[in-house]
């Protein structure tokens, strides 16, 4: 039996599976992603972090099915993005990878676009979290680092290159950094800032092979000396594909650490606060949030609940009855990025009413996603002027029957999630054995290997209070976020416990 290798590095998990041409998975893994450290803003990650983590997923499924990883033909990796691993002359990452939630260059954003306002497109994009920004604040606040730099690569770019010593990237990854360097009427935001394109590795499409396995790498890695990488792409590209939902009229929403919603279309649509992004001949509009299914952990070790098990426990806690009095939460616990692209915003339960429970602030939680979820959507299809047919739904909120059912209420479209629980996984195996010949496209691959699972249509009768409710939620978010930004500017202040002087 033939099997690709494929791996998703996501912000919590790294997953590895060996996986048919069927999209069967004969043997899988997931381990813990390494923790984004700092402060003040700060959140870095060590590259070789993610090395120890394919090292040690190899080798758990080298144990679990040693004669099926002798057999793996091909390897692809997804992950995340707005990541940066800036590697040296010699290959070597320079310094720790910014992470996709590092808001330090929020300063260093706000500057460059009151400097280029009005002179290329891509200014209007500019943010905390936009590569370019990133690597300015290097430029001014390590500049000795910053000259070391040859080129940028996403987290799974990094892999690639350690498996193979050739340092790509594709498209979609790095569209942010590819857009500045877009020159409008002559005037290139890269250079006006004083970076070469130089740092741009070789662009790939997904289904390119970047090279093949080194024979110098550590046991059981070795044994797959040979075999052919191919480039992959971001996670929620991969995901997309997983889901079967990378074709035009579809919507798709990934719920895992953050959230990513956005709609496929043949032609390139504009709106406000929302990403489009060319996917291989279809465009995305849409886009990552930063406040997800985590939202839920969170509440849940508030409420003194463990994190294992999190379906059943909340389950359990929706198990009680509601108030009737409604309950909202701006989910913005990290700061957003779409649709409002600010690191200043911050979350708040609106209403909350000495009567509220702890199922309460469980159900106003998912919805507080979901109704972050409809602002995005709404943007979309009044730009694209229709509906998306059916939201394909996927990562660990979709699990979720509840979250799933809210979700269909909410954005008042059909949402249907995908038989397999790892749609990053499944769609970096379909670029694996597309890269390998076995499918004619990605849109072949996704046609014979994913399946749906469960259909929740909208149910009326809620859709129409829920309605009413997502007036509120964005009035709220409204009035709301000048005091975020108010509070977030405010330093933290020394307090005296109680009884002390």
């Known amino acids: 039996m033939e099997v690709v290798l494929a791996c998703d590095l996501g912000g919590t998990s790294f997953r590895a599976c060996l996986v048919t041409d069927a999209g069967d998975f004969k043997a899988q893994t997931a381990i813990a992603s390494p923790v984004a450290t700092g402060h003040d803003g700060c959140a870095e990650i060590a590259p070789e972090a993610w090395w120890s983590n394919l090292v040690e997923a190899c080798g758990q499924l080298a144990l679990q099915e040693p004669d099926l990883f002798r057999s793996v033909c091909a390897i692809a990796i997804c992950g995340i993005t707005r990541s940066q691993v800036l590697l040296g002359a010699a290959g070597e990452a320079v310094r720790d990878a910014m992470t996709w939630n590092d808001r330090r260059a929020s300063s260093v954003a706000t500057h460059l676009v009151s400097e280029f306002a009005g002179q290329h497109t891509e200014v209007q994009h500019l943010n905390a979290f936009h590569p370019l920004a990133r690597l300015v604040w290097m430029k001014v606040n390590e500049p000795e680092v910053f000259q070391r730099i040859r080129q940028v690569l996403d987290p799974k770019d990094y892999l690639n290159f350690r498996l193979t010593g050739h340092a790509a990237s594709d498209r979609i990854s790095l569209a942010r950094l590819l857009a500045s360097n877009r020159p409008k009427e002559g005037f290139d935001l890269l250079a ?9 590795p070789q662009l790939n499409a997904p289904q390119d092979k970047v090279g093949t396995v080194q024979s110098n790498l550590p046991d059981p890695v070795d044994r797959l000396a040979g075999v052919p990488v191919f480039c992959c792409s971001n996670d929620t590209w991969a995901a997309v594909a997983g889901l079967g939902a990378l074709r035009a009229g579809y919507a798709y929403n990934i719920s895992g650490t953050t959230e990513v919603l956005g709609v496929m279309s043949d032609e390139p649509v504009a709106a406000e606060g929302l990403l489009t992004i060319d996917w291989g001949g279809l465009s995305q509009l849409g886009g990552p949030g930063l406040n997800g299914a985590d939202t839920v952990s969170w509440l849940l070790s508030l409420l003194g609940q463990t994190q294992d098990d999190i379906a059943s426990k909340i389950k359990k806690l929706l198990s009680v009855p509601r108030q009737p009095q409604p309950l909202l939460f701006l989910p913005y616990l990290q700061g957003e990025r779409v649709p409002y692209w600010d690191p200043s915003l911050r979350g708040a ?76 996984v499944l769609g970096a ?58 509070l977030a500017g405010i330093a933290a202040m020394p307090l005296h416990p109680p009884g002390t002087c």
Not at 192 to 200: Q, T
Not at 369 to 393: D, H, T, Y
């Open 192 to 200: 006006a800032c004083g970076i070469s394109d130089g740092i741009l």
């Open 429 to 486: 195996a379909a670029v694996a054995w597309t890269g390998l010949g076995r499918f004619a496209s990605i849109t072949c691959a996704q046609e014979q290997m994913v399946r749906v699972n469960c259909r929740f249509d909208p149910d009326p009768a809620r859709a129409q209070v829920y309605t009413k409710l997502f007036e509120q939620f964005q009035r709220s978010g409204e009035a709301l976020a000048p005091v975020s930004r108010a």
């Open 349 to 424: 339960f609106i209403g909350l009413g000495r009567q509220h429970g702890a199922a309460d602030l469980v159900w106003a939680v998912m919805e507080g996603v979901a109704f972050l979820n409809r602002a995005v959507l709404e943007r979309a299809e009044s730009a694209l002027g229709w509906q998306a047919s059916c939201i394909r739904f996927g990562g660990g909120g979709a699990v979720n029957p509840a979250w799933c059912q809210i979700k269909a209420d909410i954005c008042g479209r059909p949402v249907e999630t995908g038989a397999s629980p790892e749609p990053g």
